[in-house]
């Protein structure tokens, strides 16, 4: 490059080697150097490396790759707010990742405020040997009460818009926790009937609810 046009671009004459070299060729904390210096691809270049790696990690984090996919639009976001106040003397990598990771615990976080999440977690063990739906808990904090208190009567509502022999089969084992067995004999129908009713209450419920705690 013409001393012109690198005095003309503010390029120092250490940063002006980093304009000749190849992108593929820079280190993560020398891209970050060539983008202030105005470097075109500089930037794109960095994104470009840990974009999967940190759709991946994130994702592993949270559980959910698209959700994961903004995560990092995110983090790049806040690289660029910043970048000018990082230390080259730091590995960049080391600084991306503590970005996603922090993400990540906000997104967390975040979802556990969701009487969605409440009720995934409530529901997680429908399974033979599931407690009932429990909804009170003495180590919780007062708007967690509050919260599970809300989605009680959300699912009491909800179990309500049943037909008659699903509401009756679902209210004995979900919210009342009894055995298939027990179930048989308070409906008078076999165990087979039991668990057919119960596993087609199961996904109506599921239906019905899901888009009240969007």
Avoid: C
Avoid at 60 to 70: H, I, L, V
Avoid at 147 to 169: A, C, G, I, N, S
């Amino acid at each position: 490059m013409p001393e012109t046009s690198r005095q003309q671009n503010n390029i120092s004459p250490a940063n002006a080697e980093l304009h000749r070299r190849d992108l593929d060729e820079l280190s993560d904390e020398e891209l970050v150097t060539a983008h202030l210096s105005g470097r075109t691809g500089a930037f794109q270049k960095l994104f470009d490396r840990y974009k999967d790696r940190l759709v991946h990690f994130i994702t592993r984090k949270t559980g959910d790759s698209d959700r994961a996919q903004d995560l990092v639009q995110e983090a790049f976001i806040r690289v660029t707010r910043h970048l000018h106040r990082f230390d080259t003397s730091k590995k960049f990598s080391t600084w991306v990742y503590t970005i996603a990771r922090n993400l990540s615990k906000n997104e967390l976080r975040n979802r556990s405020r969701s009487p969605l999440v409440l009720f995934q977690k409530l529901t997680s063990n429908w399974d033979d040997d599931h407690r009932p739906l429990q909804f009170e808990d003495l180590s919780m904090q007062p708007d967690d009460l509050y919260r599970k208190r809300f989605l009680q009567r959300l699912v009491e509502d909800t179990v309500e818009e049943l037909p008659e022999h699903h509401r009756l089969v679902f209210r004995l084992r979900e919210l009342e926790g009894k055995s298939y067995e027990e179930i048989s004999e308070i409906t008078g129908v076999n165990l087979g009937t039991v668990k057919s009713r119960l596993h087609r209450a199961r996904n109506s419920f599921a239906q019905r609810i899901e888009h009240l705690l969007n």
